[in-house]
Nanobody, 115 residues
């Protein structure tokens, strides 16, 4: 059974960093598109970053220059390195995998940013 598992969330102060990890079980992430989304309270889910099958990356304007998405093929994971975190970055973060026409979501990991 395919599982997508996010980890790495937590409570940090504004300006600090966190690294989120998205791991997959029963599928391989090395050549597929993987995206990170977030859904702040009272808002719609929004795309944060995506790494395409060819490793091309794209970022939401709000996180450009602060967040980096990358693959870790040894761990079968896609990571999201977040730096200079802001209050408005606080949200549950979700990993989304598009695997040969099928879409999978993880359960999310909570990022909380305090002032």
């Amino acid at each position: 059974q395919v599982r997508i598992v996010e980890s790495g969330g937590g409570l940090v102060q504004a300006g600090e960093s966190l690294k989120l990890s998205c791991k997959a079980f029963e599928i391989t992430l090395s050549n597929v598109a993987v995206a990170w989304y977030r859904q702040p309270p009272g808002k719609e889910r929004e795309l944060v970053a995506i790494i395409n099958h060819d490793d091309e990356t794209h970022y939401a304007d709000s996180v450009k220059g602060r967040f980096t998405i990358s693959r870790d093929n040894t761990e079968n994971a896609v990571n999201l390195q977040m730096t200079s975190l802001k209050l408005e970055d606080a949200a549950p973060y979700y990993c989304n995998v598009l695997y040969f026409g099928l879409m999978y979501w993880g359960q999310g990991t909570q990022v909380t940013v305090s002032s």
